[in-house]
């Protein structure tokens, strides 16, 4: 069975670098040693696995590598992270890098309480905004899953389909049409 | 011994015929071999030959079938007046239109045998051997009832023309049940053709209740129409007396069809237009076409006034009666019916599809070539049949020299 | 959760329709004299195809005959396509009560699901190109309304502004109008409610596609042109193993990937999880989930196919 799944799982690793360009890169590989691994997640439904670590560009993690201590939090333009800047479109109206990103401890995120989230559960974060979209997504509707449907299934964080930091769908190429039966001769 | 006799004696008429007879056997032939080499070129590549694809699954040879589905029916209009109400002139005749009923059944199972994706698995429909889906497939009715109109219809002609070969009339007690039963068969195989349609619920146009009246006066109105062109050329070749009021009488029956056929035809069109759901889509495929599709409509528009004018020749009594009215009027009510019910009723009930796509279709000159063989073998049958019949008829054709075969009885 | 494999269940009776299935311990006359002459026909003509052509339906064939037939069935796959084919006859697990649902407030149109669907079910493609999903793009002003739909839209980038997609494929109705109108029962309802097609039986009348109100199923009008290196061989009698030319064919849930645990291959290539799949009679499928709290809607509702294909919007 597993050459049957491995084709639309390749495809699928395609494709989840849409809307994430750092996502590409990390698909697959990790970046640093360490990079948090992937955990078994029991779930009163099942089973779970989670798909892949968070999509971080190479040699991004950990973030402490070059954050030590508190920065400026008043600030609202970067000296680097320059693309990531760039792209910024997550209702950057009222949003800005520090009220997901943790200021004293860059490695992990933070909720509004203030609680700390590692990474690999930024979900928890996504649903306190978006809580209806993160009960589907716990519920395995919104989004998706590949694996069995009455046994173990592979689910994915919202960052892997979604970029955080410009999350909106860009859109995407779509395969040919079909032939019209006109086309169709011998 | 007698039954070689019979066939050798029949092969003989067969062989035997003036220029006329030859020139017509000869276009049948072509005709045929043209067929031969369409189907083999559709037997190698697949019925990809044609035009049909998933959007119009049904078409040209689905639509014949339909028509001469029809045509078998028909004979009826001389089996009722004949053997029910035991009308002279028609009883005559009688058999000859069971003949015709015989080789348009022919053509309808040759045409679904050549629309079909597997042929070699023809077995599969039979009881016993295959797993035929009674009750629920119409599918599997019509096979079943035009098979027992055809044995109906064989068995009957059989039996009267050899007797008739031997001298002696034929078996009432044979011969009056199986025609009798054939009356409802032959209002039997056209039902279960329509209600194959009427059943789909997924084509709107045709799951309507009027399809089956409809299909019973249009193959009332158009069916006799060769019979009776027939009957006018057997007299001048052969001699057969063939009285005037029988085909008259038969035209006067088509002619009632014909108003019942047109009247349905407007009941239909009240409904589509009137109400104007979606489902009038079809019907506008059909009569004005959609936007740059309008393969079908000038042959609506031709059917129709082939009807019309069909009907008009036909209900005068002074044009019925005229030979030229009358031969006018059966090519027409011909072609018109040809249309309405081949490809006006398939192409439309398909056009557009059940997600919206208009697919034209037009057959390809290999479709046309099959037809064209199909009817050439219906034809053919219905050829040797007649040529075998009628001096069987006239007492010319009999097992011995100088035995009287009791002339005009026999049917 | 059992791989498809070799195991021969033989495949149980079709539920809802009346096809009495030969009880191989109790031999009528029919049977005994098909017997009889089936292991004479056998023993002389089993070489060529001559024992296809005097084969019984699926539901009369006993264990043995249906294992030989797949055994020949893969025998020749494997030599055509050369690679190891499999053909697995594995039933439908009690229980069970396939569903699918179709998020129509999130398909973008991308089609990826028709082609991974090729993929995995083998299926021609050019002369004649099948795909089993067919995929409608439509004006969101107009709403669901086939008349306007549009299957052939290209554009650069999918959704485009001012416009839904709804993809159609065959909904494994409870009511199939294609399992009604089919002379031969060549295509019927299996228990776990996929509608399956023998494609050595079908006669190819093409009465099914006529009848069925979502255009879902497909004719072989030529032979099927399948590349053997795309060929996927892992395979089951009744869903992707090679077709021959002259049969219907259609969406069977993938039945070779369900009947194992696996969900179908267009709801796992699906980039924005518009595709769920599961079995209704478990409360924690995400299709119970679907059928429980979101708008859910079927098509062509009032034509009474009752499908397992249900359009919903998520938001």
């Not at chain 1, 860009?170 to 086309?183: F, H, N």
């Not at chain 3, 494994?172 to 097609?197: F, H, L, S, Y």
Request: glycine share 8%.
């Amino acid at each position: 069975m597993i050459t049957t799944r491995t084709h639309p799982a390749a495809a699928l690793l395609a494709v989840l670098a849409l809307g994430a360009p750092a996502a590409a890169a990390a698909s697959g590989s990790g970046p640093a040693e360490q990079a948090p691994e992937p955990r078994q997640v029991k779930d009163p439904e099942g089973d779970l696995i989670q798909a892949k670590p968070p999509p971080f560009s190479d040699g991004i993690f950990p973030c402490s590598q070059c954050h030590q201590g508190k920065g400026d939090p008043t600030r609202r333009t970067l000296g680097f992270h320059d693309e990531i800047q760039e792209q910024f479109d997550h209702d950057s109206q009222n949003r800005w890098c520090l009220d997901c990103h943790d200021n004293a401890r860059r490695d992990v995120l933070h909720l509004s309480s203030g609680a700390e989230v590692p990474f690999t559960e930024s979900y928890r974060l996504c649903g306190q905004c978006h809580g209806d979209k993160y009960r589907d997504w716990r519920a395995g509707v919104h989004g998706k899953r590949i694996g069995h449907w009455d046994g173990q299934k592979t689910y994915f964080l919202c960052v892997n389909c979604h970029n955080p930091h410009s999350p909106r769908f860009k859109g995407i190429a779509p395969e040919p049409r079909p032939r019209r039966p006109e086309e169709m001769k011998r | 011994m007698k039954f070689v006799h019979f066939l050798k004696g029949s092969g003989r008429l067969v062989t035997q015929g003036g220029r006329a007879y030859w020139l017509w056997m000869g276009a049948l032939l072509v005709a045929i071999a043209i067929g031969a080499a369409g189907y083999t070129r559709q037997a190698q590549v697949g019925l990809i030959a044609t035009n049909m694809r998933d959007q119009v699954t049904w078409a040209f040879y689905i639509g014949n079938f339909t028509f001469l589905v029809g045509v078998a029916a028909a004979a009826v209009l001389l089996v009722i007046p004949a053997y029910v109400y035991q009308w002279k002139p028609i009883k005559e005749v009688v058999i000859l239109g069971e003949l015709l009923a015989i080789s348009a059944i022919t053509m309808c199972l040759l045409f679904v045998l050549v629309d079909m994706g597997r042929p070699d698995r023809f077995l599969h429909i039979l009881p016993l051997i295959g797993a035929p889906n009674w009750p629920r497939s119409l599918l599997a009715w019509d096979a079943l009832v035009l098979n027992i109109y055809l044995a109906v219809n064989a068995v009957v002609v059989i039996h009267i023309l050899y007797r008739g070969f031997n001298g002696k009339s034929y078996d009432k007690r044979v011969v009056v049940p199986l025609v009798l039963f054939s009356i409802p068969m032959a209002v039997g195989i056209h039902t279960v053709t329509a209600f194959l349609y009427n059943g789909m619920a997924a084509r709107p146009y045709w799951n309507a209740s009027i399809l089956a009246p409809r299909f019973l006066a249009s193959a009332f109105c158009s069916g006799p129409a060769v019979l009776l062109i027939l009957f006018q050329v057997l007299r001048k070749a052969t001699g057969l007396d063939i009285k005037d009021e029988a085909i008259w009488k038969v035209a006067e029956l088509m002619s009632y069809a014909m108003f019942f056929n047109l009247f349905l035809l407007g009941a239909e069109l009240f409904k589509e237009y009137y109400s104007a759901t979606e489902h009038l889509l079809y019907t506008r495929y059909y009569w004005s076409g959609i936007g740059t599709h309008r393969a079908l409509v000038p042959y609506a528009w031709l059917s129709l006034a082939c009807s019309l004018a069909a009907f008009v020749l036909f209900l005068l009594p002074r044009t019925r009666r005229s030979w030229l009215g009358l031969n006018a009027g059966c090519i027409l009510i011909w072609a018109g019916v040809y249309i309405e019910k081949g490809m006006g009723l398939v192409i439309p009930g398909m056009t557009p599809d059940t997600l919206g796509e208009i697919f034209e279709y037009t057959p390809t000159a290999n479709e046309w070539m099959v037809a064209v063989g199909v009817f050439g073998i219906g034809f053919l049958v219905f050829t040797v049949l007649v040529k075998v019949a009628v001096p069987i008829m006239s007492g010319a054709f009999h097992s011995r020299a100088g035995g009287t075969a009791p002339a005009g009885e026999v049917g | 959760m059992t791989p498809p494999g070799r195991s021969l269940p033989v495949l149980p009776q079709a539920s809802g329709e009346d096809v009495p299935a030969a009880d191989p311990s109790r031999p009528g006359r029919r049977q005994f004299l098909r017997t009889a002459l089936g292991g004479c026909a056998v023993a002389s003509l089993s070489a060529c195809g001559i024992e296809d052509f005097f084969r019984k339906h699926l539901h009369e064939l006993s264990k043995d005959e249906l294992a030989r037939i797949v055994a020949r069935i893969e025998k020749k796959a494997s030599q055509k396509y050369g690679k190891n084919v499999t053909v697995s006859t594995a039933a439908a697990r009690p229980g069970v009560q396939f569903a699918y649902g179709l998020d129509l407030s999130r398909c973008v149109g991308c089609r990826r699901c028709v082609y991974a669907c090729v993929k995995e079910n083998n299926q021609s493609r050019q002369n004649p190109q099948i795909h089993w999903i067919k995929v409608l793009e439509m004006e969101k002003a107009r709403g669901v309304d086939v008349a306007h739909a549009d299957a052939y839209y290209e554009a650069e980038k999918v959704p485009r502004p001012g416009h839904f997609y709804m993809p159609v494929q065959c909904h494994q109705c409870r009511n199939p109008p294609c399992v009604k109108v089919c002379p031969v029962k060549a295509t019927w309802k299996e228990p776990d409610g996929i509608v399956v097609v023998d494609y050595d039986w079908c006669i190819g009348c093409r009465c099914c596609m006529a009848a069925c109100p979502y255009g879902a199923r497909r004719f072989n009008w030529a032979e099927p042109d399948l590349p053997a290196s795309e060929m996927n061989p892992v395979t089951h009698y009744l869903g992707n193993r090679p077709r021959p030319r002259g049969v219907v064919e259609k969406c069977t849930f993938c039945i070779q990937r369900t009947r194992a645990g696996l969900y179908p291959a267009c709801v796992e290539i699906c980039p924005v999880g518009a595709r769920k799949f599961g079995n209704l009679l478990d409360p924690g499928s995400e299709i119970r989930y679907v059928m429980e709290r979101k708008r859910v809607f079927v098509f062509k509702e009032e034509l009474n196919t009752e499908p397992r294909f249900y359009y919903f919007y998520a938001t």
